[in-house]
């Protein structure tokens, strides 16, 4: 799809390499890996947590101009949902070639109903330009 995927935290190199070899929920991750000890990177993005020294769970989808398109943040007890952050993926590349669209929140896939050209004449009519 064009993307790179790269995944920070808090935790060390050597705690990343304990978690791939022997957490069998990732033993297809292929992306890197990358280690935030001193919470420089959690920073930037506004996730750390000086009280504990650690990273909220940031999601985040920066595009080709190194703008960001998409945030979002979780506490520490709540994972992330790959089916979910695709969706937003894909309607984010989605929306950059349909500007005047508007991807719903049921939107899955391209061929998926749109709001096109919302604006104040759409308010309180949302259901019926998804349905009609």
């Given at each position: 799809m064009g993307a790179d995927i790269v995944t920070v935290s808090?935790?060390?190199?050597?705690?990343?390499?304990?978690?791939?070899?022997?957490?069998?929920?990732?033993?297809?991750?292929?992306y890197p890996m990358a280690a935030d000890p001193t919470g420089?990177?959690?920073?930037?993005?506004g996730v750390y947590d000086e009280a504990t020294g650690l990273a909220l769970r940031g999601t985040f989808i920066i595009n080709p101009k190194g703008e960001l398109i998409n945030a979002e943040v979780n506490f520490y007890n709540l994972g992330r949902n790959i089916d979910e952050l695709m969706r937003k993926f894909k309607a984010n590349l989605y929306m950059t070639r349909k500007q005047n669209e508007v991807c719903p929140s049921k939107w899955r896939d391209e061929g998926d109903k749109t709001l096109v050209d919302p604006g104040a004449k759409m308010v309180g009519k949302v259901h019926e330009a998804l349905t009609g």
């Open positions: 808090t935790d060390t190199k050597f705690v990343h390499l304990a978690w791939q070899q022997n957490e069998k929920e990732l033993a297809q991750v292929k420089k990177v959690s920073r930037l993005f």
